[in-house]
């Protein structure tokens, strides 16, 4: 046993010592430091703190994320980022990064609406932006604060397209969502989800039945988290017995457990939520069948402000993610491009055209008043 | 009372017989078998073994380690940056922030107290279960009840400054407790094992505490967000040193529990009975012990003293109640009971050192852009070598140096 165990030590020396043997690069004075180099040398410090879900959620914390890291690329400024466990460390995360000396503190996520509000209210020399929640005071009344800025997205209106074209391509007329938490950012999706359909049937006759969320009384199928594929893949093949054929999962990662049991189900389709699914890496077993996906530039809107604060134009005036200004949108259909009717598409591009124009309006209790 | 019965009792935190027949061991013998040395020790590797994540996880490292022969100053100088950095950065955090100015300065460490009062409550609640043979997961679902309990007095009812957070703090020990007596009901009337009845109660007080957060018993008026509006200002625990810093009347609160538990588990013949059961409930019962009665009553108190540590986080800290306010402190007590061998004094220190590399974990990965995740491998690493002090024994070089003085590890009581 002795002699295994040296026989291996030794081998893993030598394994270290030829791994170890590259030469030492010329001594350059550019010592190397654990931090971020700077390119460009921007004296610019942009901090992000996310929320429970961590900066890998595949989901909004994930392309706040991306947004920050293509600004320190671009941009070549300093990041810094804090990922929180639960809400105690939201005040903590964000008194940290301003004793950090940050310029910008982005809050990923309407949880951190209070932590990043009152440092923003305690320093006002500093920049603040929420992504995907307004401000308000104590009576829930919206409040402007001078050094915030609230990111949010008009997501129901590009859901309000994929539930139009959902019930278009439903060969059973009956077409499903569910969400990972009754969370106002989930159920913004399953509102304009659910007029979509409702516009659809109105227009042609149809009764496309909807499964898994009803908005008049603002209820429907939850998972309970942002997590659980299994829970996502059992709720679709539920959905799919019930007749549905197409399905809208709303939570993130678990969207993998709806592509699974479709799979398992000659002609089901998928709609992805956040970003384009059909580019997704991990998804690309399963691609052909996402139909298209509800998309929302999280990341881009980052970036964006984040710019403009170098710029030194920074704004506390509401940024609003719309099918006009391409915050929000549909994903390309891919491969199911021949598949969807030259009719229905047309149509589509006739509904983005009005809801751009003002014509129609997309209403969701979740939709942010302001803008 | 204990006059009617035949055997005296062995001393409950030693199983193992004690006569005074055998030789008494050597001094240094005593001392490096002692639970504290193992802790310590245990403690001090797991932040070696961390330190040694740091280097792997830090680039400058890794550029170093390529060239580790030609030039291995630069290995060892990038190595030694990132563990000082990320070291230095958890003791700024959690202690004495000496980079910073004025009051700012002894922050840290009235964070560091902060953070561990709930663990210390919960952490308490444990150690009574562990030390009455009940092992009790349900932490979690309890510190949830209890603070949606303390949330709601605290938003719903409207009474004066002092009535106010007493009341929702009985709130919390009531359900808290109930929600916990569940599961020592189950198991004295049918023999349902706590351990699988608590962990499922941490899924429906989850589940149950989401749904009450949907309707209009704890959901924010005028508001989608499954968030509670804040508790009243009437409610809030008080501030023991003014507006700068977050530290609450809790921390003293939960300091004058662990005096309770102490009491109770020491002093009063309840504990005697908790503490019977616990080294042997055959034993126990032959001694004419209500065996149910003590695991309702053990569950009960757990439970209440849980709860009011699911309290203490929205009436001392977080305001606001929402699915996720329990974080992770109910299995995160598990640990900090453990660590303190469920003896008051232990869990108060170890729920410290918790609270120390919570609020320290900030600064970590602000300043010295050391993943959070390596917070909780620290913990684990903690845990792993609390359960097994023969291990911490064969890792330990004081143990193994000790050897030349006569110590000898084989002889060890474990």
């Not at chain 1, 059909?278 to 990341?299: C, D, F, G, H």
């Not at chain 2, 509006?229 to 609160?253: C, I, K, N, S, Y």
Request: hydrophobic fraction near 45%; glycine fraction near 10%.
């Amino acid at each position: 046993m002795k002699k295994i165990i040296r026989v291996a030590a030794l081998g893993g020396a030598v394994a270290l010592a030829l791994a170890a043997c590259g030469s030492a690069p010329e001594e350059s004075g550019e010592t190397p430091t654990s931090g971020g180099t700077t390119a460009a040398g921007v004296d610019f410090t942009a901090c992000m703190v996310s929320d429970e879900g961590g900066f890998d959620d595949a989901s909004f914390n994930e392309s706040g994320y991306a947004g920050l890291e293509r600004a320190q690329e671009e941009l070549g400024i300093e990041i810094k980022t804090a990922e929180s466990t639960d809400p105690s460390q939201y005040t903590q995360n964000v008194d940290s990064m301003v004793q950090q000396g940050c310029n910008l503190i982005i809050g990923v996520g309407f949880a951190l609406e209070d932590a990043i509000q009152e440092g923003a209210e305690a320093n006002p020399d500093i920049e603040f932006a929420l992504v995907d929640s307004a401000f308000s005071d104590e009576d829930f009344a919206p409040v402007e604060i001078d050094n915030a800025k609230p990111l949010l997205f008009n997501t129901q209106e590009a859901a309000y397209l994929a539930g139009y074209l959902a019930a278009g391509m439903s060969t059973t007329s009956a077409v499903a969502t569910f969400g990972g938490q009754p969370f106002p950012s989930v159920t913004i999706f399953m509102d304009g989800f659910a007029d979509g359909v409702a516009a659809y049937n109105e227009e042609s006759g149809t009764s496309v039945r909807l499964l898994g969320w009803d908005k008049d009384a603002q209820n429907g199928s939850m998972i309970g988290n942002f997590s659980d594929t299994e829970a996502g893949r059992t709720t679709s093949e539920q959905f799919i017995a019930d007749g549905a054929d197409v399905i809208l999962p709303v939570a993130g990662p678990v969207g993998s457990g709806a592509l699974n049991a479709a799979a398992q189900s000659e002609g089901t389709m998928v709609i992805w939520v956040d970003s384009d699914g059909y580019l997704q890496p991990q998804n690309e077993q399963y691609k052909s069948l996402i139909l298209t996906s509800v998309m929302k530039q999280i990341a881009t809107s980052v970036f964006d402000t984040i710019s403009a604060s170098v710029d030194g134009e920074f704004s506390n005036e509401p940024y609003v993610g719309t099918l006009e200004n391409g915050g929000v949108d549909i994903a390309p259909f891919h491969d199911f491009e021949d598949a969807v009717p030259t009719e229905l598409a047309t149509k589509l591009e006739e509904l983005r055209q009005q809801i751009i124009n003002g014509d129609l309006v997309i209403e969701s209790p979740s939709a942010n008043a302001v803008g | 009372m204990s006059t009617t019965q035949a055997p005296p009792e062995p001393a409950p935190a030693a199983p193992a017989p004690q006569p005074a027949g055998p030789p008494r061991r050597p001094y240094l013998q005593q001392v490096l078998d002692s639970t504290t040395a193992t802790v310590v020790t245990a403690v001090f590797l797991a932040l070696l073994l961390a330190a040694v994540l740091v280097v792997a996880a830090d680039p400058a490292s890794q550029r170093a380690a390529v060239y580790l022969f030609a030039r291995p100053s630069d290995f060892v100088g990038a190595a030694w940056n990132a563990v000082f950095e990320t070291y230095s950065a958890l003791f700024r955090g959690a202690v004495f922030d000496y980079q910073a100015v004025g009051a700012r300065r002894v922050r840290p460490i009235t964070e560091t107290m902060v953070a561990s009062v709930p663990l210390m409550l919960a952490g308490l609640g444990l150690g009574i279960g562990f030390r009455s043979g009940l092992f009790n997961i349900g932490a979690q679902g309890q510190v949830l009840m209890g603070a949606a309990a303390g949330a709601w007095v605290g938003v719903a009812l409207d009474l004066p400054i002092v009535l106010h957070p007493v009341l929702a703090c009985v709130a919390a020990v009531l359900v808290g407790g109930l929600w916990a007596g569940i599961a020592g009901f189950l198991k004295a009337r049918t023999g349902a094992s706590e351990v699988i009845v608590t962990i499922m109660l941490n899924s429906v007080a989850l589940y149950f505490v989401g749904y009450l957060l949907t309707t209009s018993v704890l959901r924010q008026p005028g508001s989608t967000r499954p968030i509670s509006a804040p508790v009243a200002d009437t409610a809030m625990m008080p501030q023991l040193l003014g507006p700068q810093f977050r530290l609450h009347l809790g921390f003293v609160v939960a300091l004058l529990a662990a005096v309770a538990v102490w009491w109770l588990m020491e002093r009063s013949t309840l504990g005697f009975r908790f503490r019977a059961v616990g080294a042997n409930q055959d034993a126990a019962r032959t001694a004419g012990i209500k065996v149910p009665t003590v695991y309702v009553l053990v569950m009960l108190v757990a439970g209440g003293l849980a709860g009011l540590g699911g309290a203490m986080q929205i009436l001392g800290t977080d305001r606001t109640f929402q699915g996720s306010s329990a974080g992770s402190i109910g299995f995160d007590a598990i640990t900090v009971a453990l660590l303190g061998r469920s003896r008051p004094l232990g869990t108060v220190l170890a729920a410290l050192l918790f609270g120390a590399l919570r609020a320290g974990s900030p600064l970590m990965q602000t300043s010295a852009g050391t993943p959070i995740d390596l917070v909780l491998v620290i913990q684990a690493v903690i845990v792993l070598l609390i359960a097994a002090p023969p291990l911490v024994r064969e890792l330990s070089l004081v143990h193994r140096l000790s050897a030349l003085l006569g110590y000898d590890r084989k002889e060890a009581t474990a």
